[in-house]
């Protein structure tokens, strides 16, 4: 069982930057691949970002190409989200998955949720 703790969330600006980190224990953290998924209130949750297993491949929604970073310390156990030049659109719950296999874009192929962060972004 694979336990996830997301961390980093707050309120920033227009155009500010946070970086978002998730923990992870339990399980060989590795063997899974990382992604990251938001819900704006009102909204379904939405993919964000991925990273595979391995840190080869990096896989970004259009709405944050360009803006977000994705990258992992498995060293450390802990997956990371840099966000920068945040738009108000981009305010939601952000959460960490963990999956040991499957389609990364997608929410119905992780294994294992953190409990989110609240990210806040004012005009």
């Known amino acids: 069982q694979v336990q996830l703790v997301e961390s980093g969330g707050g309120m920033v600006q227009a155009g500010g930057s946070l970086r978002l980190s998730c923990a992870a224990s339990?399980?060989?953290?590795?063997?899974?691949?990382m992604g990251w998924f938001r819900r704006a209130p009102g909204k379904e949750r939405e993919f964000v970002a991925a990273?595979?297993?391995?840190?080869?491949?990096?896989y970004y929604a259009e709405s944050v190409k360009g803006r977000f970073t994705i990258s992992r310390d498995n060293a450390k156990n802990t997956v990371y989200l840099q966000m920068n030049s945040l738009k108000p659109e981009d305010t939601a719950v952000y959460y960490c998955?963990?999956?040991?296999?499957?389609?990364?874009?997608?929410?119905?192929?992780?294994?294992?949720w953190g409990q989110g962060t609240q990210v806040t972004v004012s005009p």
């Open positions: 998955a963990a999956q040991i296999s499957g389609k990364i874009r997608s929410e119905y192929e992780y294994d294992y």
């Open positions: 990273i595979s297993w391995s840190v080869t491949n990096t």
């Open positions: 339990g399980g060989t953290f590795s063997n899974y691949g």
